[in-house]
């Protein structure tokens, strides 16, 4: 059986379309298809319109990668990250690939299972193999403040929840002026003293919260009671909950996010005491759902989005004026919103 060169019997392999096929379709020179085909102003409407039907007819596509390298830009920027199952890493994304889009621009994801040297670097090395014009690491762990991660030199870089500003350009919510509000408005309600469950100890913003927390008590002079340490999880928080029941002189609590609140509640309910009549509760976050917890929490919102607009506007200016990253904190304000879970203290029924 005669094959043609496609390995299709009697077939023939497909010629890509060229630019030139579209010129002569059209009807107009091939500079007149480049500048239609990059976006290029200045071309008449009529003949935009004519060399998009000959596109569209022959089934025409742009080599965006020939022009990426003609042009030294891929429209593509790289996020590295550790995990995507805190809720602040995953809006965060969800918000970069949000903005990223209304500018032009794909995202390519890269998560790092251990955030050592080597791992971090071989995420920079595959990022620039993918060809990335820009990288925006997202580190909820603090490495990069002890300086045990360096980044390479030399790349278009934004790091999100570190404390590194003097040495990348850094784009972060306010974190401990979030849990100052939240502590201040607990003790602002009558509460003698505020009890709090954090976040991981390797945290860089459970660590912040936790220090804020403790300034405004010390501040105050107001007793410090110990923290009982959370990991994120409304599991955690459960637990924590559980132990500060048996606290008679416990009527309010600050948790470092809404899940670990959320654990607070129901040991509390198990445990035969009404939020926020016996013990208030705050959280951190105003995750979606924290309106219709029963009761509604009040909590400490964070602009995921604008720490996402920020993060995209940082890469694109080092990209267009081809700088490096400048040193730097771009700190994204909270705002607490309060609901019913918190009001001021009545006593505790035992």
Request: hydrophobic content about 40%.
């Amino acid at each position: 059986m005669e094959r043609g060169s496609s390995g299709v019997p009697g077939g023939r392999r497909k010629q890509r379309v060229s630019m030139a096929d579209v010129a002569q379709r059209a009807g107009v020179s091939s500079q007149t298809v480049s500048r239609v085909s990059n976006g290029y102003p200045g071309v008449i409407s009529s003949t935009r319109e004519q060399v998009l039907a000959a596109m569209r007819e022959l089934g025409y596509r742009p080599n965006s990668a020939a022009r990426a390298l003609r042009y030294g830009q891929f429209n593509t920027i790289g996020v590295i990250l550790f995990s995507l199952s805190s809720t602040g890493n995953s809006r965060t994304v969800e918000a970069i690939a949000t903005h990223a889009a209304a500018e032009g621009y794909a995202i390519t994801l890269i998560p790092i299972d251990v955030p050592t040297q080597d791992n971090v670097l071989g995420a920079f090395t595959r990022m620039g193999e993918l060809a990335v014009d820009a990288v925006i690491v997202i580190m909820e762990i603090h490495l990069l403040d002890t300086g045990t991660v360096q980044l390479p030199p030399g790349v278009h870089v934004v790091v999100v929840d570190s404390d590194a500003g003097d040495r990348y350009s850094v784009v972060d919510t306010d974190q401990a002026d979030g849990a100052r509000k939240a502590v201040s408005h607990l003790l602002d309600l009558g509460h003698r003293t505020v009890w709090h469950v954090t976040g991981p100890e390797t945290s860089f913003a459970g660590q912040r919260r936790t220090q804020a927390w403790r300034t405004v008590l010390e501040e105050a002079g107001r007793p410090v009671p110990p923290p009982l340490h959370g990991d994120w999880s409304a599991e955690s928080g459960y637990a924590a909950g559980l132990a500060l029941a048996e606290q008679p002189d416990c009527t309010a609590v600050f948790a470092s996010n809404d899940q670990m609140a959320l654990g607070l509640l129901r040991a509390f309910h198990e445990r035969g005491l009404t939020v926020p009549e016996d013990i208030s509760v705050v959280g951190f976050d105003d995750i979606p759902d924290a309106a219709f917890f029963v009761p509604p929490l009040t909590t400490v919102h964070q602009d995921f989005a604008e720490v996402g607009r920020r993060c995209v506007r940082g890469a694109l200016q080092q990209i267009r004026t081809r700088g490096g990253s400048q040193p730097g904190t771009d700190l994204v304000p909270t705002s607490l919103v309060v609901r019913h879970s918190t009001a001021a203290p009545a006593g505790r029924r035992m």
